[in-house]
């Protein structure tokens, strides 16, 4: 799987965007880019994936630049629930079984501030 | 949506003993299920792939002996630390995928161990 690099810490004011980069730049044509946070004491959550194309759900947008070397997780209006560290983790397309692990760097610690 | 338990969420237990932790799928069925550990401060380390009704597969640099993974359904992993000491204390979580793969990996809360 491709190695990822995100900045260890970021912080951002409360109700803001928070932009988390991500930089995958030997990533494969077939891997896709997963974003897992884990709050403190908690099992890891799934954010959002993406192949090429920019992906919103209701919790965040991912921007892939068209070279696809790098990402963007956006939180469009962070709250104090949204403290956690961020995982930003590439990987081939997955079909059940063992191809389903993940391989978990060393993530951004989000601190959002009142 | 799919959910992923683990018991206990904590543990105490003397050095030496072994300790059983539980991981469950709630809702869905899964063939297989991950290990991780996760110590203060770090990133989680996968562990051992838990294969339903095989062996598990451990990553390199994980004792097969010490860590014993049993999956005997498709609803049910264990993770046994046998003979465990201090140096195991740590954050242990479990998660599993949907059958045929899907989109994510649902995690388990965790359990922490604590061994004196």
């Known amino acids: 799987d491709a190695k990822t690099t995100q900045p260890p810490s970021m912080d951002c004011a409360e109700g803001r965007a928070a932009n988390l980069p991500c930089n995958h730049s030997t990533i494969s044509g077939n891997e896709y880019v997963y974003w897992y946070r884990q709050i403190h004491s908690q099992g890891p959550q799934y954010i959002i994936h993406g192949l090429k194309n920019n992906e919103t759900n209701e919790m965040a947008s991912l921007i892939i630049t068209e070279d696809r070397k790098s990402s963007t997780l956006i939180l469009p209006h962070a709250t104090l629930r949204d403290t956690a560290v961020y995982y930003c983790i590439v990987r081939p397309p997955h079909f059940g079984g063992a191809t389903n692990k993940l391989i978990f760097g060393t993530g951004t610690l989000l601190a959002v501030q009142p | 949506g799919a959910v992923v338990s683990q018991h206990p969420s904590w543990v105490i237990c003397k050095s030496g003993t072994s300790v059983k932790i539980e991981c469950r799928s709630l809702?869905?069925?899964?063939?297989?299920m991950f290990w991780y550990r996760q110590f203060p401060k770090q990133s989680l380390m996968l562990m051992a792939t838990?294969?339903?009704?095989?062996?598990?597969?451990?990553e390199q640099g994980v004792e097969k002996d010490k860590f014993l993974i049993n999956h005997a359904s498709l609803t049910l992993s264990t993770l046994t630390v046998t003979s465990a000491h201090p140096e195991d204390s740590s954050f242990y979580i479990c998660s599993a995928g949907l059958p045929g793969g899907g989109e994510t990996q649902y995690f388990g809360p965790g359990t922490r161990l604590l061994v004196l």
């Open positions: 809702d869905f069925q899964a063939t297989t």
């Open positions: 838990s294969n339903e009704g095989s062996k598990a597969t451990y």
